[in-house]
């Protein structure tokens, strides 16, 4: 004999999933369909662009002169606008002054962020609370535009290339997200290293770090991104042209539309110059080039760079 259990009052039967598209399912092909073509519009939306700045950047001048601008694909590829800009002139001077101060700007910023967030990640180091208590107040009032200015021009820096590094040197965003990551490494294995005779710096290099290289990737990763993206320091501190970097070269001759002339490229005797749209694309790529490189070897620290401390077991 079987007993029939009692329907539960209040209980529905199974939801039916929402679909946007009436009669359809999220899991049938129609559905699946749409989906892919909103993604594949999107896509297209985004890479276009790109498309177009590259074919123009080695474009000849028949092919842009034809196109009225863009060229979305060229015929007849060629590099006369990258040996213009890379043979000598503004642009490579350009590319040397960025890549230095990026690589020299990420690595002091490294440094001193690494020192600053682990002596404030050990509770009762000296200073400790008000230093904390400063770097977090830098994050809520941030000094003006002449007042920094004044500051870098009674140091002397006006000029020079420690103007566009040493005011940006610490982001205190990013000592603070180290300081956490620098936290979370287990009290015992820095109890157990100083019971062994480990001093700080011991600590730090050989316990520390190792632990938290996703993390120490993401925040170099962010700092190289800030000091070769940045022009406003540049724009304010450096009135020799020869000294510029990369971005205020584009913001110069592709943003404001200037015209590089004979002697701010390389061309073969009496060769004609590149045209104009070619060589401001070709500008533009080289301007994100060294930044697309670099991604893909960091990529897999950042992501787990970003993922740690977010879920909490």
């Known amino acids: 004999m079987t007993t029939l259990s009692p329907a539960r009052p209040g209980r529905r039967g199974p939801r039916r999933a929402y679909s946007a598209v009436p009669g359809e399912t999220p899991g049938s092909l129609p559905w699946r369909s749409v989906k892919s073509l909103?993604?594949?519009?999107?896509v297209t939306l985004v890479v276009l662009p790109f498309v177009a700045i590259v074919s123009t950047?080695?474009?000849d001048s028949a092919e842009v002169t034809k196109a009225g601008g863009y060229v979305l694909w060229p015929d007849h590829p060629t590099l006369t606008a990258y040996q213009a800009l890379l043979n000598g002139g503004i642009v490579s001077k350009a590319m040397l002054v960025s890549v230095g101060i990026t690589v020299v700007g990420t690595a002091l910023s490294l440094v001193s962020s690494i020192m600053l967030a682990y002596g404030l990640s050990r509770p009762g180091s000296f200073g400790h609370k008000p230093v904390l208590l400063m770097l977090l107040m830098s994050m809520l009032f941030v000094p003006g535009v002449i007042p920094s200015y004044l500051m870098v021009k009674q140091l002397g820096l006006i000029n020079?290339?420690?103007?566009?590094?040493l005011p940006t040197m610490i982001n205190a965003f990013n000592v603070?997200?180290?300081?956490?990551?620098?936290m979370s490494v287990p009290k015992e294995l820095i109890?157990?290293?100083r019971i062994d005779g480990a001093s700080e710096l011991?600590?730090?290099t050989r316990i520390v770090l190792?632990?938290?290289?996703?993390?120490?990737a993401v925040i170099g990763l962010f700092y190289a991104v800030t000091y070769w993206n940045a022009f406003f320091n540049a724009l304010l501190y450096i009135n020799?042209?020869?000294?510029?970097?990369m971005q205020l070269v584009l913001r110069t001759y592709v943003v404001n539309n200037a015209q590089l002339s004979g002697g701010q490229v390389d061309v073969a005797a009496g060769a004609p110059l590149p045209p104009a749209q070619s060589l401001q694309a070709a500008i533009l790529v080289l301007s994100i080039v060294p930044i697309v490189v670099i991604y893909p070897f960091l990529q897999r620290h950042m992501n787990k760079g970003v993922m740690i401390g977010a879920v909490k077991g």
């Open 240 to 245: 020799d042209a020869s000294k510029w970097p």
């Open 176 to 182: 603070i997200v180290l300081r956490s990551f620098f």
């Open 210 to 216: 190792p632990l938290s290289k996703a993390s120490v």
């Open 202 to 204: 011991n600590i730090l």
């Open 191 to 193: 109890d157990s290293a």
């Open 57 to 59: 950047s080695l474009a």
């Open 38 to 42: 909103i993604l594949l519009l999107c």
């Open 160 to 165: 020079s290339y420690w103007s566009l590094i």
